[in-house]
Nanobody
C-alpha cells in the first residue's frame, strides 16, 4: 500500500528552522520524484520544491530559494525539506506528494496527510 507520511512540523519563531520529513512506504522511492507543497488558509496550494529520482534535478519556488533545501535518502525511503530563516509567510500545511514518474511534474498520484508549520513570535 502506497503511503506518504509527513512529520517535523511545529511552531517556530521567525528566523528559526525546521526539518520536515516525508516517509514513503509501499513503493520504491528511488523510482519517483517527490514534491513538497504547501497551503495556507485562504490561499491556493503552491509547489515549494521537488526532487527527481536523480539527485541533481531539483527545483524550488522563488520565495524559498536560498532558505529551503530538499534532499532524499532512498535507503531510508525518506525525503526531507530543511527550512531555514523561516518567515511568517511560510506558515502553512505542508504536504509531500509522489509524482507519476521519476521527474518532477504537476501530476501527482499520492499525497501525505500534511504537517502544520507555524512561524510566529
Amino acid at each position: 500500500q502506497v503511503q506518504l507520511v509527513e512529520s517535523g512540523g511545529g511552531l517556530v519563531q521567525p528566523g528559526g528552522s525546521l526539518r520536515l520529513s516525508c516517509a514513503a512506504s509501499g513503493f520504491r522511492l528511488d523510482y519517483y520524484a517527490i514534491g513538497w507543497f504547501r497551503q495556507a488558509p485562504g490561499k491556493e496550494r503552491e509547489g515549494v520544491s521537488c526532487i527527481s529520482r536523480y539527485d541533481g534535478r531539483i527545483s524550488y519556488t522563488d520565495s524559498v530559494k536560498g532558505r529551503f533545501t530538499i534532499s532524499r535518502d532512498n535507503a531510508k525511503s525518506t525525503v526531507y525539506l530543511q527550512m531555514n530563516s523561516l518567515k511568517p509567510e511560510d506558515t502553512a500545511v505542508y504536504y509531500c506528494a509522489r509524482s507519476t514518474g521519476g521527474y518532477c511534474s504537476s501530476s501527482n498520484d499520492y499525497w501525505g496527510q500534511g504537517t502544520q508549520v507555524t512561524v510566529s513570535s
